[in-house]
């Protein structure tokens, strides 16, 4: 088929390794299906390690410092155009169902159609968090500790519907096309309420504790090591609420069992698309729009440049896809963009750097490409820029010393190589090797700008301050 129908699906907050095809503790049969079928890129790294951001870049195909959604308060407009408007305007029919994090959806997004979307509140997200570093701690922060165990919340019932809403789209369309959709669940973010049904796969002592578990638990000496490092934690600070090591792995379990509901939920939707028979011309691709510490090196949620938080699942099956392939080939959500203008016959565009995953699916061991991420938000005291290239991560700091891990001497990230001394060389080939990407001082500097500018626009920094209020639970649209 030379246009075949285009589908990406999008959890939130899904680490790389919460996959059964990636890891032996975390039951998720239906990705598992799709990788079997397809090809499972094992290195992609989201954009940015925060939702507004990195849903911009896998719309775009462009770096955060492109787009300038640096923050969950600079929602994507519409502008630059996205995948979806390339493909409309080839003729798709592009339809969009479930969360996009957006501005609004009076927005022109790219999509003839948005079912059940989620954009950012009141199309301005929350603003404070571009007061950092000196932002107030964030409102309900303890809600991730708090809002947990075995029931049902408003996210699973969104998502649930998000399933059941795609597969009805799906039996009443699935024989036009071409057409696409980007079906985007809110799990397995928290509040980290699970339905009972999922219990009993997960008894206590089945999930591990973090491969870098300290006791009590608290953050990890390597992180308070670093000013940015530390600061960010110093602001999140979410250790602050677990008690002891069942308490972590109380949290893990709940994860992994959510997890395995969005599993539940993706395979709804597969299963939609092949009683409408179109699993054969349909390429589907599952990603995550960034990870999950979960407890490693001491860390939760998300915003840090380990592995845990930017690193996520990559699968990709159907036309141009080899069956059963596990790719090591370095991967962005730069990438997704490619793929589709690829799977639609249109030229790529030689303004993004993102590479067409029907080119990558080959590249079975690690390739030289390199790819970076970018956070300015919530907590940061600077602007921080990651490169993942070869076998090194190198991290830049903007303003202080940048960091380097060796991912296959030390996969936990525990031994900063820059204190040393002795990898100089390495520091500085990264370093330029990163600003063939982008000048990270620039980046950072840029992001302060536009984000005092518009801090300004809203009535200035105490009238942000005394606007600010996190919901506990992120309101959800109804299906």
């Not at 490092?229 to 069942?246: K, P, Q």
């Amino acid at each position: 088929m030379s246009q075949p129908n285009f589908i990406v699906i999008c959890s939130d907050q899904q680490r790389w390794d919460a996959l059964g095809a990636a890891s032996a503790h975390v039951d998720t049969p239906n990705l598992d299906r799709l990788a079997a079928r397809g090809t499972r890129f094992s290195t992609c790294y989201c954009a940015s390690p925060i939702c507004v951001s990195s849903r911009a870049s896998i719309a775009t195909g462009f770096d955060v410092h492109r787009t300038r959604c640096w923050s969950s308060a600079q929602p994507y407009t519409g502008i630059p155009d996205s995948w979806h408007h390339a493909l409309r305007d080839a003729g798709y029919r592009t339809v969009s169902v479930g969360k996009l994090h957006y501005r609004s959806q009076d927005d022109d997004n790219g999509f003839v159609e948005e079912i059940m979307p989620t954009h950012v509140i009141d199309g301005k997200g929350y603003p404070f968090v571009m007061l950092r570093p000196d932002a107030k701690k964030m409102d309900g922060i303890e809600d991730f500790v708090d809002s947990v165990g075995w029931g049902d919340s408003d996210y699973t019932r969104h998502d649930e519907a998000v399933a059941r809403r795609a597969g009805e789209w799906l039996a009443a369309h699935g024989d036009e096309g071409p057409w696409s959709m980007f079906v985007s669940f809110v799990t397995p973010h928290h509040p980290l309420i699970v339905p009972e049904r999922f219990r009993d796969a997960y008894p206590p002592d089945r999930v591990p504790l973090p491969d870098t578990y300290v006791a009590p638990p608290d953050k990890h000496p390597s992180v308070q090591a670093h000013p940015a490092t530390a600061g960010l934690e110093g602001n999140l600070h979410y250790a602050r609420f677990f008690r002891d090591e069942a308490h972590v792995r109380e949290l893990r379990t709940y994860y992994m069992a959510l997890t395995s509901f969005l599993d539940e939920c993706v395979g709804r939707v597969l299963d939609s698309l092949e009683a409408a028979g179109r699993l054969d011309d349909t390429i589907v691709l599952f990603t995550s729009d960034h990870g999950e510490m979960l407890g490693d090196l001491g860390l939760w949620t998300k915003s840090y440049m380990y592995e845990g938080s930017v690193r996520v699942p990559l699968i990709a099956a159907g036309p141009g896809f080899p069956s059963g392939i596990v790719s090591e080939a370095t991967c962005s959500h730069l990438d997704i963009h490619a793929t589709a203008l690829r799977a639609a016959g249109l030229a790529l565009d030689e303004t993004r750097t993102g590479r067409a995953l029907q080119d990558a699916a080959g590249l079975v061991a690690p390739d030289d490409r390199s790819v970076i991420s970018g956070y300015h938000d919530y907590g940061s005291i600077t602007g921080t820029t990651m490169l993942r290239w070869k076998s090194w991560k190198y991290v830049h700091h903007a303003g202080l010393a940048p960091q380097l891990f060796d991912l296959a001497a030390d996969p936990t990230e525990i031994h900063d190589l820059v204190p040393g001394g002795q990898h100089q060389h390495i520091v500085a080939a990264c370093a330029e090797e990163m600003r063939r990407h982008v000048d990270p001082d620039l980046a950072s500097a840029q992001a302060f700008e536009d984000q005092h500018a518009l801090i300004e626009a809203l009535g200035g920094r105490e009238a942000i301050l005394n606007a600010a209020e996190l919901p506990a639970v992120t309101p959800m649209a109804k299906g």
